[in-house]
């Protein structure tokens, strides 16, 4: 459903928002509004009926992100491109992200099922929350939503044009900066430690390195495999122990299948870095857990939903399943590297109060980023994958 | 320049092609019009001022394509993607693709230059015509258009914007099936003489042969590096000897840059097949030359114009050069096996008089196909490229 509205571009309020949301509640609603959004990219508006207990979310982006310090402009078109990717995943991974209820597109206004009941899934590992869900939903929801919007299960004129639908120049370009350039160079964007100089200094003069990112690179820019969330961090999940919800697919364009896999990877494995133990183990566990429920329901789609003419030859799902795994592995190993010294950080490590412990998890992230990204092609397994986790932390 | 005209699709007659043409010559003009066309797919008029002698071509695309026996509906759109590649094609490859005068979107018109004092280099190389710049114009053709289509020569947002101009959805499903999908299959598309079935049936049952075609296919359907020609194959250029011109790119889209090259190369080894002693040389060295200038002016443009981050990473253009050398040697084998199995044969190979002769080389025809696909990732140079074609021709 879109709304009609005015038709140019304004700020909410929490007053106007109500105002806005009143055709989504019932007549004798009485309606209370609250902004629980960071500020940063967008207004996030919880807006509750205490009188027949429903609720709901309007999400707002704003013209311009406060990424560099300073307000950086970016388009409004983020906020269609994120709702039509959920509306498409939905369609897949039932159950597994917001229910959209209607956008406005002039007021780049998204009004969507409100999860406020769940918890960011960063903040939950932080405080070493049980998420038994995490793992097995996570691998359904990447399995789902990527093999469904391949050319194994699309007519190719579908899929084609979903990926002009889904062209998102802008916030592909942030990733291409963020993740795959800035941290291999001496870019002002930079943050890190100053007693991590000499590792950063060794990764910007590591030529075999740079080269691997370099292909990494490429094959984000031109492989269209399928429709990305574009962001799968565990800053873009809420969950539960009984419920998961992935959101925020405003960077969702068609690339590589392996790049929403390993952001999701790279995150379970910081958390293998600030984890001792048997805690340690349950992410372990998870990361295992994420990729044998991904491949297996990715077969199981194979079989029964592909429509690639060569879906039976002989050796080409597991030619497929390994270049995912392998490409995986390396955007993990570079999702790694920029959360630690690009400027975008993660709280995991950035919260980490003792100086020598937080520089030591840094440390750590850089080596597992760099021999995943170099070893990739020879880790023949999760397992494997693990075991390279297991050497770096002794 | 886009032409005022009514706003319905209608077919032009050689008649209403001199009216619609009349504001491109002098007032006193006398002008000439012929269809020249095979009215397979589209009309061709050819238009000349007798008194001036100036002249032009009009090329109207048909709705339907006269493709397997019955007609068979085409989108018009590709007429847009003709005039638009020739524009954008001839912003690099300078004096190589015809000039777009004007066209008119509704019409399916392109109003360009008059090339008929070339030959089609299909019937040329059959009638062991000399184009003693062949090789270096498309080896020139290929590195300009290619690269400075591609991620390394254009910012992300106008490549991502070209993406999308020219997805083509209807003409790449031709090639999907025709050149990746029919051939490899007992497809009712498939076209071959009786003495060749103990050969295609093989092939029909190859597994491995298969699992590398569908691995092509998937870098042909996801692979968005250049924007390509599509077609490039020797019916698509004219030439003579001081001239040679690439027309019809109406399968433009943006695909891996190995397949306009491989294409090329595969029409030119079909003609070391029909051709013996120094006349086949000939073909050897315009295949060697047409890398060899591919790849100088490649990295030319490389060093020059490549905006990449990583272009001064070591190993990191090696890796782009081979990389379009093995999808092209896999492409080309493609292009062998279809024009011999598949729906759309050449000429070259069909024309042969002698029946055994005729068989003889289209089983060579096949063999190479075979082997380009099977060994592309271990033919370490063109020169071992060549040898190949050698050992097979014993």
């Known amino acids: ?43 996030v508006f919880h807006i509750k009926d205490s009188k027949n207990d429903k609720s709901l979310i309007i999400k707002q982006a704003l013209p311009y992100a406060k990424v560099v310090g300073e307000s950086w402009p970016l388009t409004l078109k983020r906020a269609v491109i994120e709702a039509n990717a959920l509306k498409k995943h939905g369609e897949f991974a039932v159950g597994l992200v917001p229910k959209v209820y209607a956008t406005d597109e002039e007021l780049a206004i998204t009004v969507m099922e409100d999860l406020s009941h769940l ?12 998420y038994p869900k995490l793992a097995t939903d996570i691998g359904e929801y990447l399995a789902s939503t990527l093999f469904s919007t391949s050319d194994f299960a699309l007519h190719p004129f579908e899929k084609k044009k979903l ?8 916030l592909c ?9 800035d941290p291999f160079f001496d870019n002002e964007t930079n943050d890190f430690e100053p007693s991590l100089r000499a590792d950063v200094e060794a990764i910007w003069q590591n030529g075999p390195l ?42 969702a364009f068609y690339g590589p299948i392996g790049f929403d896999v390993g952001l999701f990877l790279a995150n379970l494995i ?47 799902e597991e030619y497929i399943v390994n270049k995912i795994f392998q490409d995986a592995l390396g955007f993990a190993g570079c999702e790694l590297i920029r959360r630690t010294i690009g400027l975008a950080h993660v709280k995991d490590l950035d919260g980490i109060v003792d100086d020598e ?27 494997a994958a693990i075991s390279l986790l297991e050497r770096v932390n002794k």
Chains 1, 2 share one sequence.
């Open 210 to 251: 740079k080269l691997e990112v370099a292909k990494l690179k490429k094959s984000f820019l031109t492989e269209a495999e399928a429709l990305l969330h574009g962001d799968l961090h565990t800053g873009s999940i809420f969950a539960s122990e009984e419920e998961t919800k992935v959101i925020d697919p405003e960077f």
């Open 270 to 316: 910081v958390q293998t870095i600030t984890r001792d133990g048997k805690q340690r183990i349950v992410i372990l566990h998870q990361i295992e857990q994420t990729w044998e429920v991904f491949t297996t329901r990715f077969s199981a789609l194979w079989k029964s939903e592909g429509i690639d003419a060569y879906k039976d030859t002989d050796g080409f």
């Open 163 to 170: 990926v002009s639908d889904f062209s998102n120049p802008e």
């Open 173 to 181: 370009k942030i990733t291409e900066d963020l993740i795959f350039t």
């Open 1 to 43: 459903m879109m709304i009609a509205t005015k038709k140019q571009y304004e700020s909410l309020t929490e007053k106007t928002a109500i105002h806005f949301a009143k055709e989504f509640f019932a007549e004798d609603a009485v309606l209370e509004c609250r902004e629980i959004g960071d500020g940063n990219l967008n207004y």
């Open 357 to 383: 412990q937080r520089i030591n998890a840094k440390k750590q992230a850089l080596q597992i980023g760099e021999k995943l990204i170099l070893n990739r092609r020879d880790i023949s397994s999760i397992n």
């Open 119 to 130: 918890k960011i899934v960063r903040e939950g590992l932080i405080q070493l929350e049980s």
